[in-house]
């Protein structure tokens, strides 16, 4: 019988589980993870309720027995806590993540009740695969499985650190190196001076958190740019975009502007053009060559990533409150330097278009710049055990692993037929693959390639490509 590890029990390698039971009942699955709960991840586990979804209630859809929406309209308790909903419309609605996270964690509960042992929970660390007559699975305290393919499901790395260069801070206790460590921001006195580096959706998340805790210090958001993210908008529509000739990221961004701009005159959101460019960025990005993305990444992606990555508009309000009230401050400037001393850390950066330079007082400093994504600059023991046996290989501007189709590229660069990957690990080949409509499109696919492998026991190639045309599908709104 085929048996499957998948390494990493949040969201991605959730979602594979519970379609690999529907698709292929006979199948061995053992799910590997090292946190505390299954289904949640970082994302939705360690969350507060004032943690929104920063995508409505319609779009986190995952094609289960029940629906989200009837999960949350199945329990008052569920209903009232979602304070996005109010006198609003469910489906469009920003509810708390933890929700969405108790939702999956119900059913991969309920599916693995029902599996009669075909679906096992092993708690633990992945820390090495080898590669044999079948794969070994090393964990951390010493136990091993063996089976015949792996997914790696391990989802974002930890942050890496926030500036170029290194500092004796980085080593203090009033460094938060990773916001969604359990418990990292316990440490914050509520008068205690916070700065947050970065200003993005972490930066969000840390100031919410940290004013549900009483904190009533300055808080103050420096990031090289100061601009916080933007803000979803519902209503209006936009058709699927006609796409010019030119391609070129420098193009395409000129093009995507000039819609909006037409779209606002219409009486239509911006946002709309947003969410209809997203079906296509995976398709767009493989077009590109290695130049053309390397300079998206350097000159474009600030953009991208402002008008992609947006926030729920009750987090906006509570933000501008916080704001208003001289709670929170966000600056734009560039760090120069990071220096203990005995009252906390002095940080001197120079303010975005000034040439004087300028300090802060923090008693704590949190690192918002958000996840890693290269490969080649991470601790975690399961991916350097992959490099060092040259199973995997980076990609050349350090966005994670080379897979194609899910399977992994390996050092000489032949798609893995045991080894496979999903979400943001994928990114190099995707680009657009971080979030909750495109990672159930690629665990889908992934699900019905093994659920065939399992029977047939060998691969049926796959054309290159398909999956970016297969998000494609997934229409404009998301
Ligand atoms: C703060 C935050 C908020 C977000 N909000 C949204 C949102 O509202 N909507 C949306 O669509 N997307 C959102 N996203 C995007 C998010 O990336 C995806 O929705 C999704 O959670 C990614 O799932 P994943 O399985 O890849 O990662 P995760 O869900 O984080 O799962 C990875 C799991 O692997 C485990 N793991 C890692 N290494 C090992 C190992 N060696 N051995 C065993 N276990 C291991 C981890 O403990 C973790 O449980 C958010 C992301 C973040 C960071």
Same mark, same amino acid.
């Given at each position: 019988m085929a048996s499957i590890a998948i390494l990493g029990g949040g969201f991605s390698g959730s979602l594979l589980a519970l379609k690999l039971r529907a698709a292929a009942p006979d199948l061995d699955i053992v799910l590997v993870e090292r946190g505390a709960e299954i289904g949640k991840g970082v994302a939705y586990g360690c969350c507060d309720s004032r943690h929104l979804l920063n995508v409505p209630v319609?779009?986190?859809?995952?094609?289960?027995?029940?629906? #989200?929406?009837?999960?949350?309209?199945?329990? $008052?308790?569920?209903?009232?806590?979602?304070?996005?909903?109010?006198?609003?419309?469910?489906?469009?609605?920003?509810?708390?993540?933890?929700? #969405?996270?108790?939702?999956?964690?119900?059913?991969?509960?309920?599916?693995?009740?029902?599996?009669?042992?075909?679906?096992?929970?092993?708690?633990?660390?992945?820390?090495?695969?080898?590669?044999?007559?079948?794969? @070994?699975?090393r964990l951390r305290d010493g136990r091993t499985l063996q089976v015949d393919r792996v997914v790696l499901a391990l989802g974002h790395l930890p942050p890496r650190l926030p500036t170029s260069f290194e500092s004796p801070v980085y080593a203090s206790p009033r460094y938060v190196a990773d916001p969604w460590e359990k418990g990292a921001l316990n440490g914050i006195g509520p008068d205690e001076p916070v700065v947050m580096i970065g200003s993005g959706l972490t930066m969000v998340d840390v100031a919410l958190h940290l004013a549900r805790q009483g904190h009533k210090g300055s808080l103050t958001a420096l990031s090289r740019r100061g601009h916080l993210p933007q803000v979803h908008r519902g209503g209006g529509a936009w058709p699927a975009l006609v796409l010019p000739a030119d391609r070129s990221p420098r193009n395409l961004i000129s093009f995507l502007r000039a819609e909006a701009a037409r779209a606002e005159a219409a009486g239509v959101p911006w $946002?709309?053009?947003?969410?209809?460019?997203?079906?296509?960025?995976?398709?767009?990005?493989?077009?590109? @060559?290695?130049?053309?993305?390397?300079? #998206?990444?350097?000159?474009?992606?600030?953009?991208?990533?402002?008008?992609?990555?947006?926030?729920?508009?009750?987090?906006?309000?509570?933000?501008?409150?916080?704001?208003?009230?001289?709670?929170?401050?966000v600056l734009g400037g560039r760090i120069e330097a990071l220096e203990a001393g005995p009252a906390g850390i002095e940080l001197r950066y120079r303010p975005r278009g000034q040439k004087a330079p300028a300090s802060l007082q923090a008693a704590h400093i949190v690192n918002c710049t958000g996840p890693n994504m290269s490969i080649g600059r991470t601790g975690?023991?399961?991916?350097?055990?992959?490099?060092?046996?040259?199973?995997?290989?980076?990609?050349?501007?350090?966005?994670g692993l080379e897979t194609d189709d899910c399977a992994v590229i390996d050092g000489y660069g032949w798609p893995s037929k045991w080894l496979f990957a999903l979400g943001p690990l994928t990114r190099p080949s995707l680009w657009e693959v971080t979030a909750v409509p495109e990672i159930r499109v690629q665990v889908e696919r992934l699900a019905l390639r093994l659920a065939g492998t399992a029977q047939a026991a060998s691969l049926v190639p796959r054309p290159r490509h398909a999956l970016a045309s297969a998000f494609a599908d997934l229409g404009a709104g998301i």
């Open positions: 319609h779009r986190m859809e995952l094609g289960l027995d029940v629906s #989200f929406i009837d999960w949350l309209r199945a329990d $008052q308790a569920r209903l009232a806590s979602s304070p996005g909903q109010s006198g609003g419309v469910l489906e469009d609605a920003f509810v708390p993540r933890a929700l #969405f996270g108790a939702y999956l964690h119900e059913k991969m509960n309920e599916a693995v009740s029902a599996s009669g042992g075909r679906l096992a929970i092993v708690r633990g660390e992945a820390v090495e695969v080898e590669a044999g007559r079948l794969v @070994t699975v $946002q709309r053009v947003a969410d209809a460019a997203r079906p296509v960025a995976a398709s767009l990005w493989q077009g590109w @060559t290695a130049i053309e993305r390397a300079l #998206f990444l350097r000159h474009l992606r600030p953009w991208w990533d402002l008008h992609r990555h947006r926030m729920a508009p009750e987090a906006a309000e509570a933000l501008a409150a916080m704001e208003s009230s001289g709670h929170l401050r975690e023991p399961i991916i350097l055990s992959l490099i060092r046996q040259n199973l995997l290989k980076e990609d050349p501007l350090g966005l």
